[in-house]
């Protein structure tokens, strides 16, 4: 990782000052939560160390959270209606066959180095994206833009040939192969961030996926703030930037992102006031913060899917009889009563329960019975033979104790044992992307409520499909059919088509559709719970009023 865990760049001797009595052990017994309501530094609890803060790298989480604070896209997304807003682009306009976007930039929109931000920054930066060196497990979310697909997978390496044309200055036009509804709030996604080229340039190669570029003292973003801090498994800090266009909204000074693995040591620190927010909370302390009057925990429907993965090129995972098993062999809704307290949805399918107007194919019910026939067959009987298999899964309590009681439930409905590990978070990213892995834990969360979201995971050409699956007709449908569909019923038809494909062939193995759960103190402002579990730090404030929430979880 190309981070400094020592550096540490101040903006301003009153922000020095702030920042030195929230971020330490607040002195005068004062708790990070009074001190940050009192001068505008928000602690937001990040759930663990970030692997890359470049938004063209990146995929998980905790590395999104961050980009949200120091990039803009061309539009954003408004945290009450969740409607697409003016980003970078103070507007733009959609042709009639919805084919062509022009985005009109605002001329008031700066880098944190003062440079103009230009339609030039978004086209090299959306190249950069694309580009096939660099390796952006998301770049096939920009397939729908003439031209991308041919060159993000290496088929011409000419940029020019992409459909995103520079008009002038503040004007580019983005050309598509079919229309797109769902495309307004791809540009409002992190892959598609601009980033700064001659800073990019000037600390190695473009194509480098883990620069100095990313460093504080080099850093150069266009969002509402600027890095300022980053020590190593501390803490990140992020501070209000002063070149931002639309800075008057922004009232927070600060951001504080610490990166706390457990979820017990998270809890402890919001009951201790050391933090505002956090990103998750411990099952076992649910029930109890759900019984109190003016509780601080928020629940609420979350557009993603917690799922396993299933390596196919490995044995015994090669064989579709033991995926099948497996998927059969597993009880969702004891998983979800038992384990995580009901607070999730059991879900049997990829895309999420309730997505407004598509319905999932059905799929398998629990069937240990039908499981031991397929295992059997397979050439296990009872288990007898069975090479064994590794479960990996990133550092959680929540993920130890779904795989420990898969391991429980696969041994008693199939005489199988398979054994646990889990993995700091980058070490464990690294470890899937690599494909070096059998069985592994994975979520996905939605940009947006198309069920393609999902879906174009597992095509061949997806930088994310990890599990070495790969089937023609579903990369028919989900790479050709689906997209030129524009009548809706249709469109969703094929993906149903395609989602039974991934439900008969289990290159994965989905157990439920995620609420999300925080702790929020009564103070914040402007962070309502959203369907996409996003936080726009441009519009949270901190009322100093209010007293930090004092109570037993």
Known sequence: MATDNSATRWVGPLLAALLALCVGSCGFNESNVAAGNRDGVFHFGNGTEPQSIDPHVMSGSPEVNIARALFEGLVTRHPHTMEMVPGVAERWDI??????????????????????????????????????????????????????????????????????????????????NNPDPYF??????????????????????????????????NFVGN??????????????????????????????NAVVFHPIESATAEEKMFRAGQLHFTQLVPLSKIPGYQAMDNSPYQQHRWQGTYFLQLNVRRDPLDDKRVRQALALATDRQKIVNTVLLKTEVPNS???????????????????????????AAAGYPGGEGWPGMEFVFNTSENHRKIAVVLQQMWQEALGISITLANQEWKVYLDTINEGDYTLSRMGWIASNLDPATYLNIFTSESGINRTGFSNARYDEIMLELAPA??????????????EAILLEEVPLLPLYTYNSKHLVQPSVKGAPPNVLDVQNYKYISLDPAIPVWKGEG
Do not use: C
């Open 95 to 176: 042709s009639e066959d919805g084919k062509v976007y022009t985005f009109y930039l605002n001329p008031r929109a700066r880098w944190s180095n003062r440079d103009p931000v230009t339609a030039e920054d978004f086209r090299w930066s959306l190249h950069r994206s694309l580009h096939p060196q660099l390796g952006n497990q998301l770049a096939y979310t920009l397939f729908g833009i003439v031209g991308a697909q041919d060159f993000a997978t290496g088929r011409n390496t000419d940029p020019e040939s992409v459909g995103i044309d520079v008009l002038d200055d503040l004007t580019l036009r983005i050309r598509l």
């Open 184 to 217: 307004l709030s791809t540009m409002g996604t992190y892959p598609t961030y601009p980033v700064h080229r001659a800073t990019v340039e000037a600390h190695g190669q473009w194509t480098d996926r883990f620069a100095q570029w990313t460093r504080v003292g």
């Open 223 to 252: 969002g509402p703030f600027v890095l300022s801090e980053w020590k190593l498994n501390r803490r990140l800090v992020v501070t209000r930037s002063e070149t931002y266009w639309d800075r008057e909204k922004v009232t927070l």
């Open 349 to 375: 399918a990829l895309v999420p329960v309730n997505t407004p107007g598509y319905q999932s194919p059905p799929a398998p019910d629990y069937d240990p019975q039908r499981a031991r026939q397929l295992l």
């Open 485 to 498: 569909e524009a009548d809706p019923e249709k469109r969703n038809a094929l993906m149903r088509e395609a």
